[in-house]
């Protein structure tokens, strides 16, 4: 069931239901401004304990500057964008074509290969670690960057899959019957009928699934050891020492690690909502 509205003349729930609203915003906030704030910081700034306080002296060029010059961001940032952007590309290729194929042809075992796509969505991640830290040896790829994308394609390929069967299947058949009138291929039929008509599922699920590989740790852990292969998620661990941390550079470090996934939602925020919504109504 759905939460019944609060009335508009009912002023103190509404005041208090804004009050909780505003309360958890602030609590969950709070740890990022904590870490705009200490971006900014100098070292003898946090030497001193000034941790929420108004900044004594401003060290925003230099924290920022020092992220690519004092340590290996820089390659670890080549390292996320040569992972991540391979495994988007080949995940909407393979769920694209996986999608159409579940949603629009009746075979045997259809169901049963949409279960075996869905049903990797359900295994901790922890099981498979060991498993495919040794395929990944046997493979002759472990610790690059290639055993990254290879997993992330075959393990966000499930989710995706559905994500877009769906999308595909609530497409009016009308359309390919008239596709098919017209003596068009499958292979026509998906590049002049679906892939035109799925832009704003392409573009959410791009979203998603660049934020869940760029932002992967566990994964970076298991399957990366050097620092030529290793992401921005493992390398931010990197940057703290056992005996001395410079958080005002490890803060900066974090923030330029969160532009990009934050940046592609706010540009394509317009397509990502139209992809989630299209087809909730009909008309």
């Known amino acids: 069931m759905y939460p019944r509205p609060i009335q508009e003349d009912a002023r103190g729930r509404r005041f208090a239901y804004m009050a909780i609203v505003w309360g958890i915003l602030i609590i969950w906030l709070a740890p990022m401004f904590a870490i705009m704030l200490t971006s900014v910081r100098t070292a003898s700034d946090i030497?001193?304990?000034?941790?929420?306080?108004?900044?004594?002296?401003?060290?925003?060029?230099?924290?920022?500057?020092?992220?690519?010059?004092?340590?290996?961001?820089?390659?670890?940032?080549?390292?996320?964008?040569?992972?991540?952007?391979?495994?988007?590309?080949?995940?909407?290729?393979?769920?694209?074509?996986?999608?159409?194929?579940?949603?629009?042809?009746?075979?045997?075992?259809?169901?049963?290969?949409?279960?075996?796509f869905i049903g990797g969505n359900f295994l901790p991640a922890q099981i498979m670690m060991i498993p495919v830290r040794n395929l990944m040896v046997a493979l002759g790829v472990y610790d690059s960057i290639f055993a990254l994308i290879i997993f992330h394609t075959a393990f966000q390929t499930g989710f995706a899959t559905l994500f877009m069967r769906n999308f595909i299947a609530a497409l009016p058949s009308e359309l390919f019957e008239a596709a098919r009138a017209e003596g068009a291929s499958p292979t026509q039929v998906l590049r002049h009928v679906v892939l035109p008509l799925v832009r704003p599922a392409l573009?959410?699920?791009?979203?998603?699934?660049?934020?869940?590989?760029?932002?992967?740790?566990?994964?970076?852990?298991?399957?990366?050891?050097?620092?030529?292969?290793?992401?921005?998620?493992?390398?931010?661990?990197?940057?703290?020492?056992?005996?001395?941390?410079?958080?005002?550079?490890?803060?900066?470090?974090?923030?330029?690690?969160?532009?990009?996934?934050?940046?592609?939602?706010?540009?394509?925020?317009?397509?990502?909502?139209?992809?989630?919504?299209?087809?909730?109504?009909?008309?």
């Not at 108004?54 to 010059?69: C, E």
């Not at 495994?87 to 279960?115: C, D, E, K, P, Q």
């Not at 566990?218 to 921005?232: E, G, H, M, Q, R």
């Not at 934050?262 to 909502?273: E, K, N, W």
């Open 47 to 116: 030497a001193a304990g000034n941790f929420w306080g108004v900044p004594t002296s401003i060290g925003l060029i230099a924290n920022y500057t020092d992220v690519f010059t004092q340590t290996p961001m820089a390659g670890f940032y080549l390292n996320s964008i040569l992972m991540t952007v391979p495994s988007v590309i080949m995940v909407l290729i393979l769920s694209t074509l996986a999608g159409f194929v579940l949603s629009r042809y009746r075979f045997r075992g259809n169901m049963l290969v949409f279960a075996i």
């Open 203 to 283: 573009a959410a699920l791009a979203i998603l699934i660049f934020t869940f590989v760029w932002n992967d740790y566990f994964w970076a852990v298991v399957l990366t050891v050097s620092d030529t292969a290793k992401p921005v998620t493992a390398g931010l661990a990197q940057l703290r020492g056992q005996y001395y941390s410079a958080w005002n550079i490890l803060s900066a470090a974090t923030i330029v690690v969160a532009i990009p996934p934050v940046a592609l939602f706010y540009f394509m925020q317009r397509h990502f909502v139209a992809g989630l919504t299209m087809g909730a109504v009909k008309g």
